[in-house]
């Protein structure tokens, strides 16, 4: 008996032992210097990896095999959607539930309320209001010009030239509302993107950990890319100009190196523990997560997988949805490292 509230009194003090909730201290391997030397690897590792990823789809361009219509640029985007929900799913939101239901935070509201889902949840609505909002606006300015466009042309044609002028106001109509869905899904992807690859970015970066550091390089380095050749088919199909097509190459190819930047610069004062850090991680990465998949799900796989070339092919549908599972897969066995 006890022995019974020996351990009774003893358990509280070795569940606190187990989560102290402050700041891990030295140990053998927290080598500094070594694992600086792997955080500036892994810098231009990914820099590297980023950039070729999301160049591939450009240079692609070149070759009419992956012209903007072709169908080996369809089982690229396939590829890509699959890597960018199991992103979504499998790197982003774990993360984020490991954040926001950390036991530093205490049971309320983060306990006993699946805060992460809650925050993926509004991010994955707020997606479709803009979607929804920016299409609709679009539909009104252009009601707006067809319907002046209209009545100058009752005053200087009449007849067919009338009916034709028509019919092709109609054609450009509709290709530009398809344009604008792929530059608002390119933009929106790749902020959700950044998101992820900034916080990723200052984990490696604050890490002291060289045996942690090392399999990340490579492993993150195929994450970067993998991701950037669906941002990169995106992109193409959003037929931006030259400008903005290269900001938005260079925003995505430096936020995961600047992000290990950044966490180098406040390696010291940082303490992944911490409530501030916990809560800003947890909903940054909610926030990511539902974008991503709802990204993958709605705006990538739904819209692809309606196109006429697909719906007409069953040997495509079936190189689909293997291209899916491919990346599905790749993605989804770096988690384990990454």
């Known amino acids: 008996m006890n022995y019974n509230l020996l351990l009774l009194f003893l358990f509280p ?14 140990t053998d391997d927290n080598n500094k210097n070594q694992a600086l030397k792997f955080k500036l690897i892994a810098i231009a590792s990914i820099l590297v990896a980023g950039a070729l990823g999301i160049c591939i789809p450009q240079f692609g361009k070149m070759f009419e095999s992956l012209s903007p219509n072709s169908n080996m640029l369809l089982v690229v985007k396939f590829f890509a959607a699959g890597v960018i929900l199991a992103t979504g799913f499998v790197h982003v939101f774990p993360d984020a539930n490991e954040s926001l239901e950390n036991i530093c935070l205490g049971d309320k509201p983060w306990g006993d309320f699946p ?9 994955t609505v707020a997606v479709m209001i803009v979607e929804t909002v920016v299409t609709s606006l679009f539909h009104r300015l252009k009601r707006e010009n067809k319907a002046v466009q209209c009545v100058g042309d009752e005053e200087n044609h009449e007849g067919q030239m009338n009916v034709l002028t028509h019919t092709s106001n109609g054609h450009a109509h509709g290709s530009s509302q398809i344009l604008l ?20 970015g200052i984990s490696l970066g604050v890490s002291t ?19 950037g050749m669906g ?51 947890g909903i ?25 070339n697909v719906q007409k092919s069953s040997r495509l549908q079936t190189i689909a949805f293997i291209s899916i599972l491919l990346g599905l897969g790749c993605m989804s066995l770096l988690a384990k490292w990454a």
């Open 13 to 26: 003090i070795y569940i606190s032992a187990q989560c102290t909730c402050e700041q891990s201290g030295n």
């Open 115 to 123: 805060m992460a889902n809650f925050v993926a949840m509004l991010a």
């Open 181 to 200: 869905r792929n530059q608002i899904v390119s933009q929106v992807l790749e902020i959700g993107i950044i998101i992820h690859s900034v916080i990723i």
């Open 209 to 227: 950990h060289p045996k942690t550091i090392k399999p990340l390089i490579v492993a993150l380095s195929f994450h970067q890319m993998f991701e």
């Open 231 to 281: 941002l990169g088919s995106c992109i193409i199909e959003a037929e931006f100009k030259v400008a903005t097509v290269t900001t938005m190459l260079i925003f995505f190819s430096l936020t995961t190196p600047i992000g290990i930047a950044i966490g180098i610069w406040i390696a010291k004062a940082y303490d992944e523990n911490s409530h501030t850090a916990l809560i800003v991680q």
């Open 284 to 308: 940054l990465n909610a926030a990511s997560a539902g974008i991503l998949i709802y990204m993958a799900l709605v705006d990538l796989l739904a819209m692809d997988f309606m196109k006429a």
